[in-house]
Structures are given as structure tokens and as C-alpha cells.
């Protein structure tokens, strides 16, 4: 059974008095073993409450604490960060002109030599590159230095780490890749990750819990299949599922009727079928997506999107039969 590891309340960080900046009363528990992703468009607040959450950086009120131990501030400790947390940031920050193995071990004493080695290349072979022990870091791809730096932080027996934009710099080719790392790596240590990202695709695919943030406020909270699932506003709705927003004259003109101001729609909740309750779109435009096909779809003026797999099924300018088969209201 997982238990509360850290806890913040109540958390405000501002750097500009009287501008919306930093963070504002931010609330939640993270528990332990958890893959915990922070997700929020540029300038939200992500790095300001990881930077928080380390110690890196002092708010302006509220607690964090880890297992129920206030985490201390950059002014209150000689090394700011606290000792059981490790941060990867974008820059890796390794020696570049240093071997593999060397950057790793550097973070170890020499006490037991013996012990260094073993878990040094212990922590290597658990994320594949052992192969590159006498590599120098200027030699390796970015995906081979992000491996490299999340070894470092963890070979010694860190509890938390703490992830900022951990795939910024690692093509689309290795992020799967990478991903599956991470979360193999959770399972095999216990290790509680908290990652910061601008992609909701790293929270949907990694977390085990997500928080989506807004000029510094907390949107949602919970497990990425409910917030998906049920966005509690337009703008989790649109950061997650690329959703689109219609108006209540929008909503209107194509068949649906709605009390509220705004309705929401997944593509995904446009089936192309027909049957009692279907409307008849045209086919505007297609945009290939590999497996399947995103079509842009109107009536009466107003456009919605549907998910297409079979290429062959609709061309562009027909006409189609489709169900809502879910909207949302706000």
C-alpha cells in the first residue's frame, strides 16, 4: 500500500509583486513509488513548484514536507536540495569531457571502492548503458545522456527524482523508449519520480498521477485516465485530448442542445456512423496521422473533428453520417 511521502500546502511562490507569476496556493500529496508528472503549457508554474519541492527555491508561504519533515529552503541549509531528492535538468549538467562511468561514480565516496564499482555498474546495466562505460559524454546522443545523468542522480540511493522536461531534447524516436525506462525503473527501485513537462503525452503515457497547472493554479488532480475522462474545464480538456470548443450557438447548429456556455468534444467522440440520433457532416479536410486519419468535418458552418482508421473508408468533400457519442458541458 502506498503512503504519503511528500505533502504540500497551501504554496505560493511570486516573483513580481501584484503579476501573475510563480505559483498560488498549490495543494497535494505524492506518494511513495509514484510517477508523479506536473503538466502545464509554457510559463505555468512547473519548474517554480519542482524548484519548490526540491528546495532549491524559498516560497513566499505554505509547507512541503517529506515524511512529515518540513523541506528546508535555500536559506537554511549550506547545499540547497534536499538529500534525499536528486534533479536531471534540460542541461543534463555533466561533465562533458569526463567518461561514463566517471561521471556516474563521481557520485559516490571511496570509502569502499569495491561498493562504488559494483553499484555504479549495477545502475549502468539497469539503464542499458553499460556499453558505454569508457564513452566521454561529448561522444553520446542526447537520449544516451539523458540515461547517463538520471544514473547519476540515482546510484546514490536517492528516494526522489525529480525530472524537468526529461524528453526536451531526445527525438521522437527514443521518447517511447525512454518513457518505458522510467517507469521500469519506478517498478524495479521504488523510487518516486516527479517529472515536469509541457507534452501531456509524458503524463498520459508515464504518471501515475497528474497535476495540471495554470498560471500558477492547480487545475486538476488525478489519475490520467480520470482527467482525461472527465476535464473538470476547458483548459484541460484542450491541454490533454485536443479537444474542440464549441459555443452554445455553435453546439446548436449541429444538433446539440446545451444550458451551458460552452460544450467540448473529443475526437474520438465523433463516430462516423449512422443511425437515429446522427447528423450529416462534410468531409473538409483529411490530415494523415500514420495508423489512422484526423478528419476536419462541418455543418451548418461549424467544424468538428473525427478519427478515421481505415484511409479508404471517406474521401474529402463527401458527405458522412456522425453520432456524438459524448460531449462535454461547461
Known amino acids: 500500500m502506498s503512503t504519503t511521502l511528500i505533502s504540500v500546502d497551501k504554496l505560493n511562490k511570486q516573483y513580481l509583486p501584484g503579476q501573475a507569476s510563480g505559483i498560488s496556493d498549490l495543494s497535494f500529496d505524492i506518494s511513495s513509488g509514484q510517477i508523479f508528472a506536473i503538466i502545464g503549457e509554457s510559463g505555468s508554474g512547473k519548474s517554480t513548484l519542482l524548484k519548490s519541492i526540491y528546495g532549491l527555491l524559498k516560497p513566499d508561504s505554505g509547507t512541503i514536507l517529506f515524511e512529515g519533515k518540513k523541506v528546508k529552503g535555500p536559506d537554511e541549509q549550506l547545499v540547497p536540495g534536499h538529500p534525499q531528492m536528486k534533479m536531471v535538468t534540460q542541461d543534463f549538467s555533466l561533465n562533458i569531457y569526463a567518461k561514463v562511468y566517471d561521471n556516474i561514480a563521481s557520485q559516490l565516496s571511496n570509502t569502499n ?38 544514473a547519476r542522480a540515482l546510484v546514490s540511493d536517492t528516494r526522489v527524482l525529480l525530472l524537468d522536461e526529461p524528453f526536451s531534447q531526445v527525438d ?109 457532416f462534410e468531409v473538409k479536410e483529411i490530415f494523415y496521422k500514420g495508423f489512422y486519419e484526423e478528419l476536419v468535418l462541418e455543418r451548418n458552418g461549424v467544424e468538428i473533428r473525427a478519427l478515421q482508421l481505415n484511409s479508404t473508408a471517406h474521401k474529402k468533400h463527401e458527405h458522412v453520417q456522425v453520432q456524438l457519442t459524448r460531449f462535454l458541458e461547461f
Open 113 to 150: 571502492v569495491r561498493l562504488k564499482e559494483s553499484k555504479t555498474l549495477a545502475m549502468m546495466e539497469q539503464l542499458r548503458i553499460a556499453h558505454l562505460r569508457n564513452k566521454k559524454i561529448v561522444e553520446l546522443s542526447g537520449g544516451e545522456q539523458q540515461r547517463v545523468a538520471i
Open 172 to 280: 521522437s524516436l527514443l521518447k517511447n523508449q525512454l518513457r518505458a525506462d522510467i517507469k521500469n525503473l519506478v517498478a524495479e527501485t521504488g523510487v518516486t519520480v516527479i517529472l515536469v513537462s509541457h507534452d501531456p503525452a509524458d503524463g498520459l503515457f508515464l504518471a501515475d498521477q497528474l497535476l495540471i497547472l495554470r498560471a500558477g493554479k492547480l487545475q486538476q488532480t488525478g489519475t490520467p485516465r480520470n482527467v482525461y475522462e472527465h476535464p473538470q474545464n476547458i483548459y484541460t480538456a484542450k491541454l490533454l485530448g485536443n479537444a474542440i470548443v464549441l459555443n452554445r450557438s455553435e453546439a446548436d447548429a449541429i444538433g446539440i442542445k446545451t444550458g451551458k456556455e460552452h460544450v467540448v468534444i473529443y475526437p474520438e467522440w465523433a463516430s462516423l456512423n449512422g443511425g437515429w440520433n446522427s447528423r450529416r
